[in-house]
């Protein structure tokens, strides 16, 4: 059974870091990985997918890598902003099961 | 993408009563998803629903709770029935038109229910 883990839970850091976001798998044979953002009370807005084949997509500020063989991924966020605090979700689909498994969620403040 | 409205945004609802949610697609796609989100926890996925055939319900949810439509390829409903305080979460819709896009999302049902 596929189990999706974030780590941390919970990121404060001041405006202008640069950040990394992780995401870890327990079954490494998925088909692809999703990051999403979530604002407070609001549904989810989709950032980066990574097929199994690939290793890193990028848009704008935002880089996913994945490392299947290791069952990670990671979100690297450069010069973070205040409008990048929100809820940063992965989720995972594995060929068959017909549907996304989603992580415990990283909750990111970055501070003005 | 497929671009999804959902309605209601949000509602405070009075125990013991329902809510049906509403998800309308801008296009026909064959598999919808209804996920539940209660407060401080990541997504739990209620049920698959599919045009034509009945919805699929994860462990631990039920029909007589959470009965949901699909009547077709653009539009389904999921109703959360005989409200309790224990039901107050945020309840997304999402599509997949192909696995290999993945997911799109509703913007979201804030539900409490007092």
């Known amino acids: 059974k596929q189990e999706v883990t974030q780590i941390p839970a919970a990121l404060s850091v001041p405006e202008g870091e640069n950040l990394v976001l992780n995401c870890s798998f327990t079954d490494s044979a998925i088909y692809n990985l999703q990051w999403f953002r979530q604002d407070p009370g609001k549904g989810l807005t989709s950032l980066l997918l990574i097929q199994s084949s690939q290793r890193e997509q990028t848009s704008g500020r935002l880089n996913a890598s994945l490392d299947k063989s290791s069952g990670r991924s990671t979100l690297y966020i450069a010069a973070s902003q205040p409008g990048d605090s929100a809820t940063y979700l992965c989720?995972?689909?594995?060929?068959?099961?017909?549907?996304?498994?989603f992580g415990t969620g990283t909750r990111l403040k970055v501070l003005a | 993408s497929a671009v999804i409205s959902q309605k209601p945004s949000r509602d405070i609802c009075q125990r013991g009563t329902s809510l049906t949610i509403q998800c309308q697609v801008d296009?026909?796609?064959?598999?919808m998803f209804w996920y539940r989100q209660q407060p401080g926890q990541s997504l739990t996925l209620i049920a698959t629903?599919?045009?034509?055939?009945?919805?699929?319900?994860e462990s631990g949810f039920v029909i007589d709770k959470f009965p949901i439509s699909r009547p077709n390829l653009t539009f389904s409903t999921l109703t959360v029935s005989n409200m309790s305080p224990e039901d107050s979460s945020i309840y997304l819709c999402s599509v997949v038109v192909d696995w290999s896009y993945g997911y799109t999302f509703g913007s979201g049902t804030r539900l409490t229910v007092v």
């Open positions: 989720a995972v689909y594995s060929s068959g099961t017909y549907k996304y498994i």
């Open positions: 629903a599919n045009q034509g055939s009945e919805a699929t319900y």
């Open positions: 296009s026909q796609v064959t598999m």
